[in-house]
C-alpha cells in the first residue's frame, strides 16, 4: 500500500501503539521513543531521546543485567545482529520497578551493515489484571489512597480468611512486612508531601516483585503487610530474601532531586493454631531482630 511508503504515517503508527517501542543507534543512544514507551516507564520521549540507554536504565543489581548491559537483549542483537528477547526489570521514573518482556530486532541499512536496534515491550500481563483488580476494590473504598495499595481495612479482612482456611483445611500461608527505613528522616529531610512519593516507590516495587495471588496492604505510616497464600515458612524465608534484595534499589524524585528509599523485610509463615494477634507478634519479634526498634504496628 502507498501509504505505508509515507514516513510521516509509518511514525504515527509506531506513536500510537499501547506497547512500548523505540529505537537506538550502533552507540545506543536513544532516538525514537513512543507513547507507549511513556506511559509504561513514566519518561517522555522529550526525556529520553537523545540520550544512553545505559543511561537511563541502568542494570538493577549486579546480578541482574539491564537492558543495555552485556547480557541484555539491546546489547546482544547490536552485537549478534540476531533477535532476542529477555524478561527484565526496569526502574519506572516514579521510582519502583516494573518487570517486562523485551523484543530486540537489528535494524540494518541498504548495505546490510547494522545502524541501530528496535525494541518492543510489555508490562507482565498479570500487572495489568492487577491494576484492572485494584481500580474495581477502589470504587469500594478498599484502596489505600496514599500508596494504591490494599487499606488497612481489607487487608484485615484477608489476613482473617487465609487464618480461616488454614485451620480449617491446613493450607499454609505466610504474612511478610515491609518496614520503609528511616522515614521520619526522610520526612524531615524532603517534607511531609513527599511522602506519597516514598509509599508508592515502596508499595509498587514490593506489589511488582511478588506473585499475582500476594496482597499487599498498609498496616501504618511506615509499614506494608503482604500476604502470600499457598506458602509455607521456607518459601517466605526465600521470598523475603528476594524482597530485600529488590528493596535495596529503590530511588525516589523529589524536585530535581533523587533519593534512595530501602525497606526492612520479616516474613513468617502461619501455624495452623495462629490466631491475628500470635502471627503479628511472631513477625513483630522478628523483625525487632533485624531492626531493634522497629516493631510492627498491632493488626486487630
Given at each position: 500500500m502507498r501509504v505505508l511508503e509515507?514516513?510521516?504515517?509509518?511514525?504515527?503508527?509506531l506513536e500510537s501503539l499501547h506497547s512500548g517501542v523505540?529505537?537506538?543507534?550502533?552507540?545506543?543512544?536513544?532516538?525514537?521513543?513512543?507513547?507507549?514507551?511513556?506511559?509504561?516507564?513514566?519518561?517522555?520521549?522529550?526525556?529520553v531521546v537523545g540520550h544512553y540507554c545505559c543511561d537511563l536504565f541502568p542494570a538493577p543489581s549486579e546480578d541482574q543485567p539491564g537492558v543495555c548491559q552485556i547480557g541484555g537483549a539491546l546489547a546482544a542483537v547490536l552485537r549478534d545482529g540476531r533477535p532476542a528477547y529477555s524478561d527484565i526489570a526496569i526502574r519506572h521514573r516514579a521510582g519502583h520497578q516494573v518487570f517486562l518482556r523485551v523484543w530486540a530486532t537489528p535494524i540494518r541499512g541498504d548495505d546490510g551493515v547494522i545502524v541501530g536496534a528496535s525494541e518492543s515491550f510489555d508490562e507482565d500481563r498479570t500487572s495489568r489484571e492487577s491494576d484492572r483488580r485494584r481500580r474495581k476494590l477502589d470504587e469500594h473504598g478498599c484502596v489505600d489512597q496514599a500508596s494504591g495499595v490494599l487499606s488497612f481495612g481489607y487487608i484485615r479482612t484477608v489476613l482473617k480468611e487465609c487464618l480461616l482456611t488454614s485451620a480449617e483445611h491446613g493450607l499454609p500461608f505466610s504474612i511478610a512486612c515491609v518496614r520503609i527505613d528511616r522515614l521520619p528522616e526522610l520526612r524531615a529531610q524532603y517534607g511531609p508531601v513527599a511522602l506519597r512519593g516514598i509509599l508508592h516507590a515502596v508499595a509498587e516495587t514490593v506489589t511488582n516483585s511478588l506473585r499475582p495471588t500476594d496482597c499487599v496492604g498498609r498496616l501504618d505510616d511506615e509499614t506494608f503487610l503482604a500476604i502470600l497464600p499457598e506458602c509455607n515458612a521456607i518459601e517466605a524465608d526465600h521470598a523475603a530474601v528476594c524482597l530485600q534484595n529488590v528493596a535495596r534499589h529503590m530511588t525516589v524524585?523529589?524536585?530535581?532531586?533523587?533519593?534512595?528509599?530501602?525497606?526492612?523485610?520479616?516474613?513468617?509463615?502461619?501455624?495452623?493454631?495462629?490466631?491475628?494477634?500470635?502471627l503479628m507478634a511472631r513477625v513483630d519479634a522478628r523483625m525487632a531482630r533485624l531492626a531493634p526498634g522497629a516493631g510492627t504496628p498491632a493488626i486487630r
Open positions: 509515507n514516513p510521516g504515517i509509518l511514525q504515527a503508527i523505540y529505537f537506538v543507534g550502533r552507540d545506543q543512544k536513544i532516538l525514537f521513543w513512543n507513547e507507549g514507551a511513556e506511559r509504561i516507564t513514566g519518561y517522555l520521549s522529550q526525556d524524585k523529589w524536585w530535581g532531586d533523587e533519593f534512595q528509599v530501602t525497606a526492612t523485610i520479616a516474613a513468617v509463615g502461619a501455624e495452623r493454631s495462629d490466631t491475628m494477634e500470635s
